[in-house]
């Protein structure tokens, strides 16, 4: 029974005689604060599954960071990561493909630039793409937990 029904209900009950005008307004104004009540839940359940889908934005790419403590692991587990949630989020799946696009172009640019390390270029290339893929995933991440989808620059897109 929605709202509106049970406020008709209480006006035929005023009409007909059965409560005066004071009972309907309380009557009403129960009924009113009780959808407030249920709007207010319903704001909270969604700020906090919003909140998570931001934080689950905001771990994938911090995850690229894994690969400072095991070997690879900054390619595996950012991938991992969004396959798991990618089909129940679009946000998810947005930024997992942002991710995974930047991983593909700081592997094939490191392979680019270390073959330039011949020629001298590549040695400040790769400094620069080093001190790159700290700060993009760092940016990335704090726009997710703001819901924001930041896109990498110069970032190739695979996905």
Not at 41 to 60: A, D, G, K, P
Not at 125 to 147: E, R, T, W, Y
Request: proline share 3%.
């Amino acid at each position: 029974m929605s709202i509106a029904d049970d406020i008709g209900k209480l006006n035929e009950l005023k009409q007909s005689g059965a409560i005066d005008e004071q009972e309907y307004q309380k009557a009403k104004e129960a009924l009113l604060s009780k959808q407030q009540g249920l709007g207010a839940t319903l704001q909270e359940s969604f700020n906090t599954m919003t909140t998570n889908v931001n934080n689950y934005n905001m771990f994938i790419h911090l995850s690229q960071f894994c690969g400072f403590l095991i070997p690879y692991a900054g390619f595996v587990v950012p991938i991992v990561l969004w396959q798991i949630k990618k089909n129940d989020s679009d946000l998810v799946d947005q930024h997992g493909r942002i991710v995974v696009n930047w991983i593909i172009t700081e592997v094939i640019l490191s392979l680019l630039f270390v073959l330039l390390c011949f020629f001298l270029i590549g040695i400040p290339l790769l400094i620069v793409l080093s001190i790159v893929g700290i700060v993009f995933p760092i940016i990335g991440a704090l726009k997710a937990n703001d819901g924001t989808v930041w896109a990498y620059p110069f970032s190739i897109k695979f996905f």
